[in-house]
């Protein structure tokens, strides 16, 4: 049976909710009011989850069916529990990799770096709950199916699980042109979680401070940046190239 992706109508979103479905994005029509509409709005805010109000035009073009001004797009796949998956990562791995993704929001970079994450090794990517690209069907088609074979984690606050990793004996670099160190300047042999971030603001300040190390690609030409994808599969494969090599 083919999994729903879409779901319509303010009750129905409401119980999916509650129920706990992945979520990724409500879509609600701009100016809709009553009792059932506060509370769903409410839900969504406790929950996290990323809303957009828009004109019903826009609900209409989502769906052809009475979607009562509330459309909500459910992901493809399940996420894991951040801590749950930590500690089975740290128990069963001895150079374990993980990946954090701070605010990227193009469903296309997001799945060929799941791609990359999967040719590399990575034994988990975390994402923070609002804002973060969501995975589509378009994500699942970049990454070549790998979406359905790398753990992906949600939280709340990258920051919080940069700490978490930090307590479990992982090793946090971020990935920043704002740093005299190389990624060749950095050792990647221990427990490593690498940050990368969105397209056009990078890693969030706050982030960046609680990192252990910073590191960059040197650039030789005369374009100031790689696409993030790009630039996540160099670090990932400079991970690949230092453990290969002990």
Known sequence: MQKIT????????????????????????????GDLFRELESTVRKNQITASYVPIEKLDRLTKNNHQGVVANISPISFYDFEALVENVMENKKQPLFLLLDQL??????????????????????????????????????????????????????????????????????ASEKTPKTIYDISFTQPIAIIMGSEDRGISPSILKAADHTAKLPLLGEIASLNVSVACAVFLYEVVRQRFSR
């Open 105 to 174: 929001s193009d469903v296309r970079n997001f799945g060929a770096i799941i791609r990359t994450a999967e040719c590399t090794g990575v034994d988990g990517i975390i994402i923070q709950k609002k804002g973060a690209a969501p995975v589509t069907a378009d994500t699942i088609k970049t990454s070549a199916g790998a979406a359905f074979k790398v753990p992906i984690a949600k939280v709340d606050h990258i920051k919080d699980a940069v700490f978490y990793l930090q307590a479990s004996g992982v090793q946090v670099i971020a």
């Open 6 to 33: 879409q779901i319509y109508g303010i009750r129905a979103v409401l119980e999916a909710i509650n129920a706990n479905e992945p979520i990724d994005k409500v879509f609600v029509q701009r100016g809709l009011k």
